[in-house]
């Protein structure tokens, strides 16, 4: 089975950023979406951003724009998000999980597996 690790989370001020990674391990993702998704305490999980497995994104919120950018290196069987321009309101769980393509529209989320454990992004001063 697909597993999926997060890592490159952490504590950043407000405008700063960090890129993190979602590792794969027993199988390729060569031909697998990965999406990162997020959840804030007392929130639902919400999607952020999918990447095809031809390399096209797909972004499921506007905040993301001109801010978050996906992109995968398959060689390292690893798929990033490079965050800038960080909030407060940024501050959450960040996940990645598998899909066969980047679903959209009404429950989306449920087309996604092979979640990993999240890294933790908090944005404080």
């Known amino acids: 089975q697909l597993q999926l690790v997060e890592s490159g989370g952490g504590l950043v001020q407000p405008g700063g950023s960090l890129r993190l990674s979602c590792a794969a391990s027993r199988f390729t993702l060569d031909y697998y979406a990965i999406g990162w998704f997020r959840q804030a305490p007392g929130k639902e999980r919400e999607g952020v951003q999918c990447?095809?497995?031809?390399?096209?994104?797909?972004n499921y919120a506007d905040y993301v724009k001109g801010r978050f950018t996906i992109s995968r290196d398959n060689a390292k069987n690893t798929v990033y998000l490079q965050m800038n321009s960080l909030k407060p309101e940024d501050t959450a769980v960040y996940y990645c999980?598998?899909?066969?393509?980047?679903?959209?529209?009404?429950?989306?989320?449920?087309?996604?597996?092979?979640w990993g454990q999240g890294t933790q992004v908090t944005v404080s001063s």
């Open positions: 990447i095809s497995s031809s390399g096209g994104s797909t």
């Open positions: 999980a598998a899909s066969d393509r980047c679903y959209s529209g009404t429950y989306f989320v449920a087309h996604f597996g092979s």
